[in-house]
């Protein structure tokens, strides 16, 4: 940290009219004039700065005897962190060098600024004898954490109504199985599983007049002693239905 002994100058450089096809960023703007200092410093008294008070003079082309010369202020208890930097004064209202990269993500407290001045430094004004910098987030980057989380909301509830469709398909397929009267043994566990879930009323789509049918004579079996057991009234067990089923079904042949 260093007390000024200049005020900076804000120096625009030259505009974009100026460009010409050899031209580079470094020849406009306030970049023109950092690089311009930068490669003499001993020829300016003055920092070029890219913005400052309303109080320091502007200019487009930084001149070697640009800037009002200050008392400077002494700086002292210097402590430098990992997104941090704090220092005393002994006078307030005179610019101090941060000699630290300048980046729009560092905030002040105690003093005006930062404001960026060549080659890539800061400066502040302190306004308290107390001066800190912190490193934080700016605005923009919290509103991007916010549509990250947002996007990972998003894709775990799409995850959830994938998965809650799948198990729709799944009971789907169950009924239509049943219903469209599939040419094959009812398995022991899913008959089980129909019964179970239809509460022995046929809810599933299982024939209400316990007829059978020749396209699936197992739905017919399966109807029957649904009926059965509902006019015995029996509480139906699952596992013992589904073994009784299993022993009266014929045994299924290859088709040559």
């Not at 487009?60 to 208890?77: E, F, I, R």
């Not at 002994?90 to 993500?105: E, W």
């Not at 996007?151 to 809650?164: F, I, P």
């Not at 469709?165 to 566990?189: C, H, Q, T």
Request: overall charge negative; glycine content about 8%; aromatic content about 8%.
């Amino acid at each position: 940290m260093e007390g000024l002994s200049f005020e900076p100058v804000v120096a625009t450089g030259p505009t974009e009219e100026n460009i010409t096809d050899a031209s580079t960023r470094f020849d406009i703007g306030w970049e023109s004039q950092a690089v311009a200092h930068y490669n003499n410093p001993a020829g300016f008294r003055s920092l070029p700065a890219e913005d400052g008070p309303a109080d320091w003079a502007r200019v487009s082309t930084l001149a070697s005897l640009d800037g009002d010369p200050v008392t400077p202020a002494q700086v002292s208890d210097i402590v430098v962190g990992r997104n941090s930097v704090s220092f005393s004064v002994d006078r307030i209202g005179t610019p101090v060098l941060v000699k630290v990269s300048y980046f729009p993500n560092w905030d002040v407290t105690g003093a005006d600024g930062p404001y960026r001045a060549g080659p890539n430094l800061m400066v502040v004004v302190p306004t308290a004898n107390d001066v800190e910098l912190n490193y934080g987030y700016t605005s923009a980057e919290y509103l991007s954490f916010l549509f990250f989380a947002m996007g990972c909301a998003g894709a775990v509830l799409l995850a959830l109504d994938r998965a809650r469709a799948n198990r729709r398909g799944d009971d789907a397929g169950i009924s239509a199985r049943v219903d469209d009267g599939v040419d094959e043994r009812l398995e022991p566990d899913l008959f089980a599983k129909l019964l179970a879930e239809s509460g022995r009323d046929g809810a599933l789509g299982l024939r209400a007049d316990n007829a059978p049918t020749p396209a699936n004579p197992e739905v017919g079996l399966a109807d029957r002693m649904l009926g059965a057991l509902e006019a015995e009234g029996t509480a139906a067990d699952p596992d013992a239905v589904a073994l009784a089923l299993d022993d009266q079904l014929p045994p299924v042949t290859e088709e040559e």
